[in-house]
């Protein structure tokens, strides 16, 4: 990948990061409509470790440890024939390797010209409009509880 294309890969590893394991399958099958796919081998095989999630006080201060989460990670590579061998990646929280295997594969092809545009719109798209929706779905149901206190001052 070229440097110029570091922000857009971020966006969709983002996306792909966050979407189900059974939603990113059902997308990805359907995106691909029967495309043949290469085959694609190991460089780190899905596995199962352990992250520090990190937060600030009060969202801008200083830095701490929050806790643990789980996460599982995998790498692979494409087998292209044309010697591009993209290279995917993914890293998600939880434990479903299968998830990891899916994400890492549509990085890689999203990475091949012949894939990129329809990837972009058939899978990266509508997944991306799905987590804005439901990060607007739960910020809606949030502001809904939302209390607003004021006070009174007394005049002297």
Known sequence: MEPQDAPARRAWMAVLARTPRDTLKQALDAALDGAKVPDYEWLRAPDIGLAMVRAR????????????????????????????????????????????????????????????????????????????DERRRKEAEAAATKVEFFTMVRGE
């Open 57 to 132: 006080i009060g969202g801008t201060g200083d830095a701490f440890n929050l806790g643990e989460t789980t996460v599982t990670r995998a790498t692979l590579r494409l087998r292209t024939g044309d010697g591009s061998a993209p290279v995917g990646v993914a890293v998600h929280m939880g434990r479903d390797k299968e998830r990891a295997t899916l994400a890492a594969l549509a990085d890689a092809l999203l990475q091949m010209p012949r894939f990129t545009d329809t990837l972009q719109t058939r899978l990266i798209a509508p997944l991306a409009a799905r987590i804005a």
